[in-house]
């Protein structure tokens, strides 16, 4: 069916009446200006004889004669001119015109009084030329000032209407090439999306039986663990269309807007069906009703009822399914999560170690890689690592290799990518001997006693005391495998170890310095975790503070004291004790191991970076056997920098 010409793409009707009544106006006007306007008073009005009596008497300055075809007869002429003057200055008074029949001969006597560059003879005018001259010119203002106003109009009618359309983006098949093979770490949140594949391929397998497919998809995860990847390639491995908006998209300053998109979006895919909407981030407007600081907003809840309506009203055998994505499902309201709209919950978590080398094969197939570099290795050394985060680690390792001006990306160029991404860049700071030799009983202290209560698990990976971020000097550790869980004694052994900087100091200076900040704000936290969470302390198995972290979440406003005073005494006795104990045990290990500690610091001041194999044999032999690599960079070559209040550590990442 064809579209009418007064609607829009839209289907929205447009008034074309103004328009007319001002494309009449403006040619009237262009008429009675062109064909009625007076002569001017100024020009005189004279007879063809006249005329001629002038031109004899060679007192006209110049002329012009024009047939006038209007007359009706042959020879009838429309003659002006002007004066000539003398002794005064020329004024529009001078001017003349005149009309009338004129002879052959009158004419050629008119050509011959008047002076050769003076005498205009103009052709005599067709129709068509009048059109072009005095019409056309009229004609194509007026259109292009109609034109002008009819597209003010369209799109201010369009901008109206489109104002509660849909934000959706459509991408199809055809460009959408993303399959489960480009998804990697993920394998048991591939298993529950396959059949939703499988139904969309084949819905009669499953409606014949009375089976419906899941409406609604919720998938859970931290950032970058590729919940939007999977949903795209749940789209290209179905080959059906595939309809991403961000739950922001929704939510407007006015109000019913939101919901208005809510629908289109529903009402498009009911059309493409089967398909797919993909909403991002949908806690932006699937957030608990009622609840928050100040209360509920009118609009998101809005978006909301509309959103939870369209879920629960569409039949679920149309063949359109919701999948959406977000990090923080605790607050998404209850009505979103029941059975028949997001009927089932995708957790996809950091990948593990097998899951990490899986996401750096896929990655890498972009990058030129060494023949040194081991994908193996480098998912043993990023534990707690993303899929977002693997895939910036290689793309930071391949811009180190071009700044070296190589060919291709090696290991050294993975781990000093690894080592900004985790620790920050590392920065040439002018430091003193003191400061030096400080920071290397302070890293020194770290290393050795991680070497000492450590399990196996928490190896030294490196130690240094070259600044990176805002630490003067770091020790590294990395783990062995992943850690699933963390025993009371591994937990005492990280707080040992965060102590141990302070006491490196102490033993060589004498006194202690706020270098040890960030150590004991670690240990602290660690320690009280351990109380109050995870009931390792003499208080017994029981939680305090549950409910310390909701305010701000739209869950309660008021925060509810679980315990008394006397207990809030007890736990911060507990953790004082816990603190205490780790710091006398971190001191008695580098008392027994002071030559070590001594040797250790030592290297540091001289070779600046030490590997834990390093560490481990002054330790045990008392001298390092292995040799290290790189030359130490003197002291003196250092840009100065602005000082920090904080030397640091980096040592086992926080279980919590």
Known sequence: MSQDNNEDNNGNRINLKPLVVWLVLIALVALLVNYSAPAGNSVQQLGVSQVLSLAQEK??????????????????????????????????KSKFAAAGRVTEKEFESLRNSVARDAFKEVPAQTGMTMFLYNVLPTLLISGLVIYLMY??????????????????????????????????????????????VDFLRNPKRFTKMGATIPKGILMVGPPGTGKTLLA??????????????????????????????????????????????????????????GAGLGGGNDEREQTLNSLLVEMDGFDGQTGVIVIAATN????????????????????????DLKGREAVLAVHA?????????????IARITTGMSGADLANLLNEGALHAGRRNRDKVEMSDIEEARDKIAYGRERRRAMDEED??????????????????????????????????????????????????????RLLGYICTAMAGRIGEKVVTGDVSNGASSDIKQATRMARQMVCEWGM???????????SDTIFLGREISRNQTHSDETARRIDEAVSKIVSEQYARAEKIIADHAEAHRKIAEALLEHETLDGVHVMEILKSGEIQTPVVGTPVPTLNREPDAASPESGTQSAPSPA
């Open 59 to 92: 007192k006209i300055k110049n002329l012009t004669v024009k047939p006038d075809p209007t007359a009706g007869s042959d020879n009838w002429y429309q003659i002006t001119g002007e004066l000539e003057v003398k002794g005064a200055t020329a004024d529009e």
């Open 151 to 196: 597209r003010f109009l369209r799109n201010a009618n369009r901008g109206a209407m489109q104002f509660g359309k849909s934000r959706a983006r459509l991408n199809t098949s055809e460009t959408e090439a993303t399959t489960f093979k480009d998804v990697a770490g993920c394998d048991e949140a591939k298993e529950e999306v396959k059949e939703i």
């Open 232 to 289: 795209r390639a749940v789209a290209g491995e179905a080959k059906v269309p595939f309809l991403s908006i961000s739950g922001s998209d929704f939510v407007e300053m006015f109000v019913g807007v939101g919901a208005a998109r809510v629908r289109d979006t529903f009402e498009q895919a009911r059309k493409m069906a089967p398909c797919i909407i993909f909403i991002d981030e949908i806690d932006a407007v699937g957030r608990q009703r």
């Open 328 to 351: 923080r499902a605790d607050v998404l309201d209850q009505a979103l999560l029941r059975p028949g709209r997001f009927d089932r919950q995708v957790f996809i978590d950091l990948p």
């Open 365 to 377: 197939k972009r990058f030129q890689l060494g023949a040194s570099v081991d994908l193996q290795r």
């Open 436 to 489: 030096r030799r400080n920071t290397a009983y302070h890293e020194a202290g770290h290393a050795l006693v991680q070497a000492v209560v450590d399990d196996g698990t928490m190896p030294v990976h490196k130690v240094t005391i070259l600044p990176r971020g805002r630490a003067l000097g770091m020790a590294m550790f990395m783990p062995k495998k992943d850690i699933l869980g963390y025993t009371k004694a």
């Open 537 to 547: 302390s003499d208080l017994g198995p029981i939680a305090y503070n549950e409910n």
